[in-house]
């Protein structure tokens, strides 16, 4: 029996707004945006991802308002992997994504850490081959 993890869900203010971020300036494709009841489920992944989505999910109490952002805690806890780092990185910062640093060369491969429109921390990453 195989696993894997299908959906994290990410805490937003706005779903269109969130949306937009994600489809315009990461180039995630949309999945699924389904009206459920005062809600919506929306989803979206990278394009080419086949396993792995993000659920956009809108606040709807003060404690998850509050959370908004830090769901990370101030760490990157989001690791955006690429098999084209600089062409990837050249679009999305012509896109508006806001990079917190320099790009990097590290033992592990090339990295950069951006921020979404909430503030969650990210990386952009391409792992290097062995």
């Given amino acids: ?3 894997y993890l299908s959906l994290v869900s990410l805490l937003v203010d706005d779903y269109d707004q969130a949306l937009a971020f994600y489809r315009q300036q990461l180039g ?3 999945v ?3 009206p ?4 919506r489920w929306v989803v979206v992944r990278p ?3 086949r396993e792995s989505a ?3 999910a809108k606040a709807s109490t003060e404690l998850q308002r509050a959370q908004i952002g830090q769901q990370g ?3 990157v806890w989001l690791f955006l992997h690429t098999e084209d780092f600089y062409s990837d990185y050249q679009r999305m910062l012509q896109a508006g994504v806001e990079f917190l640093e320099q790009p990097r060369e590290e033992p592990y491969g090339t990295v950069v850490v951006f921020q979404d429109l909430y503030g969650n921390k990210w990386d ?3 792992r290097r081959t062995a």
């Fill in 32 to 34: 699924e945006d389904s």
């Fill in 28 to 30: 995630f494709e949309l």
């Fill in 73 to 75: 805690a101030g760490r």
């Fill in 47 to 49: 394009r080419g991802a």
């Fill in 124 to 126: 952009l990453l391409q």
């Fill in 54 to 56: 993000i659920l956009l």
């Fill in 36 to 39: 459920q009841g005062d809600k």
């Fill in 1 to 3: 029996m195989n696993q």
